[in-house]
């Protein structure tokens, strides 16, 4: 059954202002919205200056705006202003929801806060016919996050809980799984025997950008890399699931978890850029990473001896999130004229973030009487090939008042992953530091036999990323 209501804890927020509101144009566009949104929050606004941030949100971020559908949109927002801790917030929340039989309650809002307001709802009734969506991180470490999931089971049953990473409504990471289990010319191919190291980076070339006291309590660990991360390393290594249930895929995706051998220290490379501890609500001492890279193995038949290589920053070279694929060399080089100059391996690169498409390297005959051989990318890119796609959020939103949890995050996964993390975060490693718009800390390049593959198009180029060489 789809809901018939959403409300938006935090809807004066940051989040609800970047990713949600223009996402609920999208879907009125679509026609997949028609349903009234009520806005939660403590700040003391308007219902005028409410809906008037929702425009500003809504025109910063769309071309084209059909002034019709916005208006209509703008109607159906209304906003309770409340204190999350005080009974009386859920009354007047309940009085806006009586006409309504199925909400869809969006907790966009610290973690801190879920297991408060989910009382709230209890207390009012309202969870008794609610979806309630949690955004990430959810917990902090594997500790928390048991308390968390015992805390709301309380209230909660697990089909009424869903979990959101916004990665898992990206179309370019489901596209992973089309690739790989939709042609036959790379399953066959995509196990140990062929492949010889996979590499996933997401890197930002912009800072912390206001958030200091947010995210020097958590830094990219346990921002990105728990979730957003092992969300792409899960669809790269999981075997096919016997149909694209929900269950299906969870099942398939806590097998790769269990399966990732316990991190060691010299797994593991924390950086922090130079400057972060003059950022605003930042400690003077803070020992919070802002980039991490981790070397981790799969013991399963598929990915047994594989390195996998993660790493993700703020402040580096470029904003982007991709995946490589590295394949062995042919078991006899024939085509090279010394072993110093043997041709680069096979490569599938995939852009998963802007511009979002698939590279493969491969190669080919260099011109002249000489056979010798050159690199050629064969490239594509998704939206030219395809049509544009749907943002994150409208997809996720649409789930969630569609009542399917395929695009969520089953708990047995999100414990697993803390559970892999949990070594290296009650044992933090050496924090090394970085330079602004380089790739990190030198000691990354530590971590991978032969280098990181340079992000972009052209194939197997290392970047130094020493302090003393930032690039």
Same mark, same amino acid.
């Given at each position: 059954?789809?809901?018939?209501?959403?409300?938006?804890?935090?809807?004066?927020?940051?989040?609800?202002?970047?990713?949600?509101?223009?996402?609920?144009?999208?879907?009125?566009?679509?026609?997949?919205?028609?349903?009234?949104?009520?806005?939660?929050?403590?700040?003391?606004?308007?219902?005028?200056?409410?809906?008037?941030?929702?425009?500003?949100?809504?025109?910063?971020?769309?071309?084209?705006?059909?002034?019709?559908?916005?208006?209509?949109?703008?109607?159906?927002?209304?906003?309770?202003?409340?204190?999350?801790?005080?009974?009386?917030?859920?009354?007047?929340?309940?009085?806006?929801?009586?006409?309504?039989?199925?909400?869809?309650?969006?907790?966009?809002?610290?973690?801190?806060?879920?297991?408060?307001?989910?009382?709230? +709802?209890?207390?009012?009734?309202?969870?008794?016919?609610?979806?309630?969506?949690?955004?990430?991180?959810?917990?902090?470490?594997?500790?928390?996050?048991?308390?968390?999931?015992?805390?709301?089971?309380?209230? +909660?049953?697990?089909?009424?809980?869903?979990?959101?990473?916004?990665?898992?409504?990206?179309?370019?990471?489901?596209?992973?799984?089309?690739?790989?289990?939709?042609?036959?010319?790379?399953?066959?191919?995509?196990?140990?025997?062929?492949?010889?190291?996979?590499?996933?980076?997401?890197?930002?070339?912009?800072?912390?950008?206001?958030?200091?006291?947010?995210?020097?309590?958590?830094?990219?660990?346990?921002?990105?890399?728990?979730?957003?991360?092992?969300?792409?390393?899960?669809?790269?290594?999981?075997?096919?699931?016997?149909?694209?249930?929900?269950?299906?895929?969870?099942?398939?995706?806590?097998?790769?978890?269990?399966?990732?051998?316990? +991190?060691?220290?010299? !797994?593991v490379v924390r950086g922090q850029y130079v400057g972060y501890l003059g950022e605003d609500g930042i400690a003077a001492d803070s020992d919070t990473e802002t980039f991490v890279a981790m070397r981790l193995f799969?013991?399963?038949?598929?990915?047994?001896?594989?390195?996998?290589?993660?790493?993700?920053?703020?402040?580096?070279? *470029?904003?982007?999130?991709?995946?490589?694929?590295?394949?062995?060399?042919?078991?006899?080089?024939?085509?090279?004229?010394?072993?110093?100059?043997?041709?680069?391996?096979?490569?599938?690169?995939?852009?998963?973030?802007?511009? !979002?498409?698939?590279?493969?390297?491969?190669?080919?005959?260099?011109?002249?009487?000489?056979?010798?051989?050159?690199?050629?990318?064969?490239?594509?890119?998704?939206?030219?090939?395809?049509?544009?796609?749907?943002?994150?959020?409208?997809? +996720?939103?649409?789930?969630?008042?569609?009542?399917?949890?395929?695009?969520?995050?089953?708990?047995?996964? *999100?414990?697993?992953s803390w559970k892999v993390l949990d070594p290296i975060l009650k044992n933090p490693s050496k924090l090394h530091p970085y330079f602004a718009h380089s790739w990190g800390p030198s000691e990354a390049i530590e971590?991978?036999?032969?280098?990181?593959?340079?992000?972009?198009?052209?194939?197997?180029?290392?970047?130094?990323?020493?302090?003393?060489?930032?690039?």
């Amino acid at each position: 059954m789809r809901a018939d209501a959403l409300v938006l804890f935090g809807g004066t927020g940051d989040l609800a202002k970047k990713k949600l509101f223009p996402a609920l144009y999208e879907m009125e566009e679509a026609g997949e919205l028609e349903i009234p949104v009520i806005g939660v929050a403590s700040s003391k606004w308007t219902q005028e200056e409410f809906r008037a941030n929702a425009e500003r949100a809504i025109r910063d971020r769309i071309k084209n705006i059909d002034e019709v559908i916005l208006k209509r949109l703008l109607d159906e927002l209304y906003l309770v202003v409340g204190d999350y801790r005080s009974p009386e917030t859920f009354e007047l929340l309940r009085d806006q929801l009586s006409a309504f039989k199925l909400p869809v309650i969006y907790l966009a809002i610290a973690p801190d806060m879920f297991e408060t307001i989910c009382k709230g +709802l209890a207390r009012v009734g309202i969870t008794q016919h609610a979806r309630v969506v949690v955004e990430k991180p959810f917990g902090r470490d594997l500790t928390s996050a048991l308390e968390l999931d015992d805390s709301l089971k309380k209230i +909660l049953p697990e089909d009424q809980i869903y979990r959101i990473d916004h990665y898992l409504g990206k179309e370019s990471v489901e596209d992973l799984l089309v690739f790989r289990f939709a042609n036959t010319l790379f399953e066959p191919v995509w196990n140990r025997n062929y492949i010889a190291s996979v590499q996933i980076t997401m890197s930002e070339d912009f800072g912390i950008e206001g958030r200091g006291k947010f995210y020097d309590g958590v830094g990219a660990t346990r921002d990105v890399l728990q979730n957003h991360m092992f969300q792409v390393l899960t669809m790269l290594a999981m075997e096919p699931p016997i149909d694209l249930t929900s269950k299906a895929m969870q099942d398939e995706k806590i097998k790769v978890l269990s399966a990732v051998r316990e +991190l060691q220290p010299e !797994d593991v490379v924390r950086g922090q850029y130079v400057g972060y501890l003059g950022e605003d609500g930042i400690a003077a001492d803070s020992d919070t990473e802002t980039f991490v890279a981790m070397r981790l193995f799969i013991d399963n038949w598929r990915w047994a001896g594989v390195p996998f290589y993660m790493r993700t920053g703020k402040k580096m070279a *470029v904003t982007t999130l991709e995946a490589v694929i590295e394949f062995k060399q042919p078991p006899r080089i024939l085509f090279s004229e010394s072993e110093s100059s043997q041709p680069m391996p096979n490569i599938v690169r995939f852009r998963l973030g802007a511009s !979002d498409g698939v590279d493969i390297s491969l190669q080919a005959k260099a011109p002249g009487a000489r056979l010798v051989t050159d690199c050629v990318d064969l490239t594509v890119e998704f939206a030219a090939a395809l049509g544009e796609r749907k943002e994150a959020y409208e997809r +996720l939103l649409d789930a969630a008042l569609e009542g399917d949890h395929f695009r969520f995050n089953r708990i047995d996964s *999100v414990l697993q992953s803390w559970k892999v993390l949990d070594p290296i975060l009650k044992n933090p490693s050496k924090l090394h530091p970085y330079f602004a718009h380089s790739w990190g800390p030198s000691e990354a390049i530590e971590l991978v036999a032969g280098g990181w593959n340079l992000v972009g198009k052209v194939s197997h180029i290392h970047t130094q990323t020493s302090l003393g060489s930032a690039s």
